[in-house]
């Protein structure tokens, strides 16, 4: 009953409306039609405005950095820290320092390898001893490359390739390790519980400290 009673007096407003806009002399489907355009329009600069904000938010923003800055030391006329383009290689970066020394040990530095900002590059001298990449990945391994373990730096994993070395007990070798820091000897590994002088005799011709 409501709902027929309102759509009777929507209808009612409707029709006053239309009267009094013809007798103004006006025309009601042109006012429609002006009003459609006018809310048009306003939508349309609405949008607009949105559109300029968000570009003008975006031209605000910190613009990107197109510079990296590394320091080269070592063999060079002149180390220092350099400014240098994100997608410069080693070689430009010590030819800012001034070029490498006649000194210079230069088969020890890739000079083609990118550079990251931060980054320290040095030039070491000949007869100084340098670590190839492959040294340092069996540094940072716990297997060295004479296939013995080091008892000190290798993982779980690792101890376990070793004769008598379960999980758990490799597992206790690192929590050792944790505790009480590196082992001074191979020896050192007895002190880890369940290892004892016959299991050592099987590790100790396997293992290392260093």
Excluded at 93 to 111: H, I
Aim: proline share 2%; net charge negative.
């Amino acid at each position: 009953m409501n709902f027929i009673l309102k759509r009777w007096l929507r209808m009612i407003v409707s029709i006053g409306m239309i009267c009094m806009l013809t007798a103004c002399g006006a025309n009601p489907d042109q006012f429609l039609d002006n009003g459609a355009e006018d809310a048009y329009e306003l939508s349309v600069t609405e949008q607009t405005s949105k559109e300029q904000a968000s570009a003008d938010s975006v031209n605000e923003a910190e613009p990107v950095s197109e510079s990296l800055y590394v320091y080269v030391c070592g063999a060079v006329a002149t180390p220092g820290v350099y400014e240098v383009s994100v997608d410069s290689r080693i070689y430009e970066a010590v030819e800012q320092a001034g070029g490498m020394l006649d000194t210079a040990k230069t088969e020890a530095v890739n000079l083609a390898e990118p550079l990251t900002d931060g980054q320290m590059i040095r030039i070491p001298f000949q007869g100084e001893e340098t670590v190839t990449q492959e040294d340092a990945a069996t540094q940072n391994s716990g297997i060295r490359s004479d296939g013995k373990v080091n008892i000190n730096t290798a993982s779980a994993e690792e101890l376990m390739t070793l004769k008598g070395i379960g999980q758990t007990r490799a597992e206790q070798i690192i929590a050792y390790r944790e505790k009480h820091g590196a082992f001074a000897s191979i020896e050192g590994i007895m002190e880890v519980d369940g290892i004892k002088q016959g299991t050592f005799d099987k590790l100790k011709d396997n293992i290392t400290v260093q």
